[in-house]
């Protein structure tokens, strides 16, 4: 690592803990897998800023900090399976697959789904598996997961979501305010007597709602 890729690093990581992202394998995590690893080549030069970014399909990676802020709240352990609603380029996967047992990452792009296969692969991970397929469907196969995370803005109560959790699982995503104006990063629990508990953890940004469906390309 060049001694300017390593300031660029540590500038992040110190962005990351002003953002008040405070866990320290999560900052680790991000400083082992730089943003630029996993965003569209012309965007190499910006990708460390904390600012969407467009992926191609019509889809939209959200600033790093909104990111940090979901995978703080899913409160991952090492034992953990999760599920991840929207695998985009893969660069939250990554952050995933460093703090958990095993992600299984949901994409209905085939094209998004190969791509972000082929940099989790040159990365290194080996506890990923990232599926072509439609999430509102998924929770038919039957697979439950401890922790669930939805990149998009969702609709309460989720079911569909909701019923990929295992026993005392938790599901973070987004919620939007009237309007689709302000977002919320929400942490969902269900309890046995099937009551959904809403935990807030501050805005998001550039969250959109998921869609149904699958499409290979855009």
Known sequence: MSASEAEERAQFTLAMRAKGVDDIGLL??????????????????????????PIGCGQ???????LAVMIAALRLKSSDEVCEIGTGTGYCTALLAQLAKQVVSLERFQSLALEASARIKAFGLANVAVQWTDAFD???RGL?????IAHGLIEPPAREFLSLLAPEGALVAAFAGPGRGEQRIVRLTVDDEGQVHVAEFGPARALRPPERGVSRAL
């Open 28 to 53: 680790r995590a991000l400083e082992r897998a730089p943003r630029s690893l996993f965003m569209p080549q012309r965007f190499a030069d910006i990708s460390s800023r904390d600012v969407a970014l």
């Open 138 to 140: 998924f929770h038919a």
């Open 144 to 148: 439950r997961f401890d922790k669930v």
């Open 60 to 66: 939209t990676s959200p600033p790093p900090s909104t």
